[in-house]
């Protein structure tokens, strides 16, 4: 894969480019513009960024709380016609 502009970039992933600048920036990736070139090694990054920062916030909720709607019986029929 080539070499693209930011804007090519938030094309193909279906992002807005200003989302995707600022996702740049909070990787730590500083890029003037929409259309500075994005190398494969800054896309690795910023990928590596957001596994690492979405794993945080699924770890967020660390308690679930369930709550039994119905309490039921259920009826066991015997041994009937075993040995």
Same mark, same amino acid.
Request: glycine letters at 4%; aromatic letters at 4%; proline letters at 4%.
């Given at each position: 894969?080539t070499d693209q502009t930011v804007?090519?970039?938030? #094309? +193909? %992933?279906? =992002?807005? @480019?200003? *989302?995707?600048? =600022? !996702?740049?920036?909070?990787?730590?990736?500083?890029?003037?513009?929409?259309? %500075? %070139? %994005? =190398? #494969?090694? !800054?896309?690795?990054?910023?990928?590596?960024?957001?596994?690492?920062h979405e794993a945080d916030d699924?770890?967020?909720? +660390?308690?679930?709380?369930?709550?039994?709607?119905? @309490?039921?019986a259920l009826k066991v029929a015997?041994? !009937?016609? *075993?040995?």
């Amino acid at each position: 894969m080539t070499d693209q502009t930011v804007r090519e970039f938030a #094309e +193909s %992933v279906r =992002t807005p @480019v200003d *989302r995707l600048i =600022t !996702q740049f920036r909070e990787a730590g990736i500083a890029l003037a513009g929409p259309d %500075v %070139v %994005v =190398t #494969e090694d !800054q896309k690795m990054l910023l990928l590596n960024f957001l596994r690492h920062h979405e794993a945080d916030d699924d770890a967020a909720p +660390s308690r679930i709380t369930l709550k039994r709607r119905s @309490v039921s019986a259920l009826k066991v029929a015997g041994a !009937q016609g *075993r040995s």
